[in-house]
């Protein structure tokens, strides 16, 4: 065989993925370019908008040791169901159909036999998240340590509710034989971050959800309550999706997700409102109980950003930083938001996204819901995708919302550290905190004043969490073998493919050779290259 034709390559070209990085480094503007259909028909759902369903389930699935061939199969099938990204999109808010997304761990591209120039890059995905994240270790209750060793999750989002708790028998009866473990973590009504009634928490903690997430697609708002999107506000696609080498195409792309089952102490909600209160007084202030909210958050129950305004005004924009200017009161000047009199560095919006010019490319998207337990723990289903779980996910987790210190830029450009303390939702109980007492304060006439408050009691408990991976569509039919084919292109029954199976990041093509009138079925991909020949027939 010709081996210089075709080449050894570890998965795709590498020119190939160059190409695809550069335009999905693109703002993504248009829906109707030729190879953005192919990503968006071969993307699962749930990752550029979100599934806006009032109900979910999450399966974490370990799968039977010596069943591989049986997995694949069944991944192949249930795979061709998933929703793709592009029928999401045009359905629109109105849209009642039901949506699957299936994810794979790293010890799920491992059980697959996967090789690792195929399956996703990265350290983070490999180790696994409570290896990584700072959160919480010492009181840690991993509500999956019960689950051997998850390979695959499953999410199911529901239009209704009659379908809950449908689906696990559905499944068990579909996997008895390559099945170990399969627990549903979340059965019961889950709540979207649309604005549903029946977010859990009370209303006083109804906050707009959603209000910060990247965008993608003029016209397109993933807020249904909320006006097309604007150009400036359009994120490009490699915040969240990278090539997906074990896909079909080189424009197939798929997105490391983070999962993470966060208790929400509510009492510890109203106890630190009430010490920022009492703190307030004793330095004869009275704060109005909305704005003590947005100065824990970072914005008003209506989403109207902290930094640009001391009220709600109904303005949920995600268009803006903390340079904006703000007219002073009682002053004829005007002053940005450097120095944290308008949003506190410790908020946690601020937390999570200084808003920096280069700070522009360390973003995610959010794609949780909330969920009530029966002995009334409340909560957040937290679950983000990013295209690298490294340089966005972890980096905001531990180097921003969970360090001490806020690095900042003043109005000069200079870099400033300020110890502030971590995000004020995720400190730890008698963490020590300085609030903004006087709302964009005149910092050049005097110093600002600061109310000293002790957190009372931990708001934020991590219960468990892992890394996945949401692959191509196409990467699940690869999984199986696939058929001969005859040099009119139809299948032909019989011997199996030689030498080896198909994995993902194969390609095919047939060449012929005019001399021998015989034609070569080629199969390349990262660790093999080999041709079935068959005669022309007479």
Known sequence: MNTKQYPLLPGYETAARDTVDAYLARPA?????????????????????????THTEHFFITFSGGKTEEVKKWLARIGQKTTTARDQLLEGHKDTTNILCVYLTYAGYQYLGIPDSVMPDGLAFKMGLLNRVQLGKDALQDELSDVKQVHAVLLYAYATQKLVGKRKSQLESDLPDIMDDLKALE??????????????????????????????????????????LKPSEIAPLSLVLVQDRGGNHPHSCGSFGAFMKLDINE??????????????????????????????????????????????????????DFNELVKLKRARGMQNDDSGSRCPFHAHIRKANPRLPDTQDIRIVRRGVFYEEKDQEKGLLFLSFQSS?????????????????????????????VETGQDILFSQAHAEYKIPAVWNENKDKKDIRYIPITVPEQIVTLKGGLYFFA??????????????????????????????????????????????????LFIKNSEIIFEYLHKEPD
């Open 389 to 417: 779980l490294e340089n966005k996910f972890e980096y905001i987790l531990n180097n921003w919302m969970l360090n001490r210190y806020t690095h900042s830029r003043d109005a000069a450009g200079n870099l400033i550290s």
């Open 187 to 228: 059965k019961r009504p889950a709540f979207v971050q649309t604005g549903t009634l029946k977010n859990p928490l009370p209303k006083a903690y109804h906050f707009q959800e959603g209000a910060g997430n990247p965008r993608f697609f003029p016209g397109i708002s993933p807020v249904s309550n909320r006006l097309p």
């Open 29 to 53: 503007l248009k829906m109707d370019e030729e190879a953005t259909r192919q990503i968006l028909k071969d993307l699962q759902a749930n990752i550029l908008k979100h599934h806006s369903k």
């Open 471 to 520: 692959p191509s569509r196409s990467f699940f039919s690869k999984l199986v073998r696939p058929p001969k084919v005859s040099h009119r292109g139809a299948v032909l029954p019989g011997t199996p493919v030689k030498k080896n199976g198909f994995i993902p990041g194969t390609v095919i093509s047939i060449k012929k050779a005019p001399e021998s009138g015989r034609k070569s």
């Open 267 to 320: 009492s510890a909600m109203h106890q630190l409102e009430s010490e920022i209160a009492t703190q307030a007084a004793a330095n004869n202030l009275k704060l109005h109980p909305e704005l003590i909210k947005a100065k824990i958050v970072g914005r008003f129950l209506d989403g109207t950003p902290l930094s640009l305004s001391d009220r709600p005004v109904r303005n949920n924009t995600n268009d803006f």
